[in-house]
T-cell receptor, first 114, second 115 residues
Framework: NAGVTQTPKFQVLKTGQSMTLQCAQD?????MYWYRQDPGMGLRLIYY???????DKGEVPNGYNVSRLNKREFSLRLESAAPSQTSVYFC?????????????FGPGTRLTVL | AQKITQTQPGMFVQEKEAVTLDCTYD???????LFWYKQPSSGEMIFLIY??????QNATEGRYSLNFQKARKSANLVISASQLGDSAMYFC????????????FGGGTRLMVKP
């Protein structure tokens, strides 16, 4: 049981390049989330998927797209990377909606855009 | 809109002493959950403790307890008998039904445990 896995762990991009961050969970969770964490700050939600087949914008969605490929996988795409997207990206998942369940986090992807 | 405020950017505590990390929240929802996460220097997010808005008793998990004062909208984390391994960033977070079930995080508190 690997929990929430993310690839890659580190990535350096040049401005304007594109890339996809991959996330997978093996806990049969319904909901999945993408957050970003800037230095010295808390996490902010980029997009989330409450269930397979649905995606919704979070607090900071501009410059990103997501795909809920199936129940296990939720990817985040940067179409044209900008230096402002330099951050640590966390994927998370939870079993059900409602206030009661904690979110399980992946190890993070550290992205630098030059 | 939901908001979490952690007013202590950094704190020191002596090893084996107790420490309280402050968290206040703002929401108009009646049903919500409050969470604390630990982020060590390695970067992963580790769930510590959860308190539901309708829970009558304060949550406890080992050395962690949550001092929940609903009328004051505060959810402070108390760590008893601090250990060197407790040195980390600590984040308070809230989730409500109306917010699409996302977690709203505070800015965090860096705790440093002195030997």
């Amino acid at each position: 049981n690997a929990g929430v896995t993310q690839t890659p762990k580190f990535q350096v991009l040049k401005t304007g390049q594109s890339m996809t961050l991959q996330c997978a969970q093996d806990m049969n969770h319904n909901s999945m989330y993408w957050y970003r964490q800037d230095p010295g700050m808390g996490l902010r939600l980029i997009y989330y998927s409450a269930s397979e087949g649905t995606t919704d914008k979070g607090e900071v969605p501009n410059g990103y797209n997501v795909s809920r490929l199936n129940k296990r996988e939720f990817s985040l795409r940067l179409e044209s990377a900008a230096p402002s997207q330099t951050s640590v990206y966390f994927c998370a998942s939870t079993l059900r909606q409602g206030p009661g369940r904690e979110q399980f986090f992946g190890p993070g992807t550290r992205l630098t855009v030059l | 809109a939901q908001k979490i405020t952690q007013t202590q950017p950094g704190m020191f505590v002596q090893e084996k002493e107790a420490v309280t990390l402050d968290c206040t929240y703002d929401t108009s929802d009646q049903s919500y959950g409050l969470f604390w996460y630990k982020q060590p220097s390695s970067g992963e997010m580790i769930f510590l403790i959860y308190q539901g808005s309708y829970d009558e008793q304060n949550a406890t998990e080992g050395r962690y307890s949550l001092n929940f004062q609903k009328a004051r909208k505060s959810a402070n984390l108390v760590i008893s008998a601090s250990q060197l391994g407790d040195s980390a960033m600590y984040f308070c977070a809230m989730r409500t039904n109306n917010a699409g079930n996302m977690l709203t995080f505070g800015g965090g508190t860096r705790l440093m445990v002195k030997p």
